[in-house]
């Protein structure tokens, strides 16, 4: 039960870096570097919180699922649904965002990767 706490106490933490990460980028850089790794943190924070809800998850379960999620969103995009809860919401924005991107797919693709490799680290030492 202890380690179980533990790997839930450490995901919800590598949550709370994920963000402080994202914002730290767009605070500092602008243009694609910080919309591409935004792209690429939002499945790391994918990841991380299903890391917190379920901390046995497999590392490669778990970012398949996060990678899944992640283009399962950007796929929604391509319907107006994610465009109209924006505008209404900040929080829809930060979440569904608006606009289909396929470049983002891609970005998506390499946080999930980074993520496993981290998780897969972790978990063997």
């Known amino acids: 039960m202890?380690?179980?706490?533990?790997?839930?106490?450490?995901?919800?933490?590598a949550a709370a870096l994920t963000v402080a990460a994202g914002l730290g980028i767009r605070a500092l850089a602008g243009g694609d570097l910080a919309k591409y790794a935004g792209d690429a943190l939002?499945?790391?924070l994918v990841h991380t919180l299903i890391v917190a809800v379920a901390p046995r998850v497999r590392p490669v379960t778990a970012a398949c699922v996060?990678?899944?999620?992640?283009?399962a969103v950007e796929f929604a995009q391509l319907s107006s649904v994610p465009a109209e809860l924006s505008q209404r919401s900040v929080v829809a924005r930060l979440v569904l965002g608006s606009t289909f991107n396929p470049p983002d797919l891609f970005w998506y693709a390499v946080g999930a990767a980074f993520v496993w490799l981290v998780h897969r680290w972790r978990r063997s030492s």
């Not at 202890?2 to 933490?13: C, F, I, M, T």
């Not at 996060?66 to 283009?71: F, K, M, Q």
């Open 66 to 71: 996060a990678l899944g999620l992640s283009w």
């Open 2 to 13: 202890v380690d179980l706490l533990r790997a839930r106490l450490a995901a919800v933490g």
């Open 42 to 44: 939002y499945t790391v």
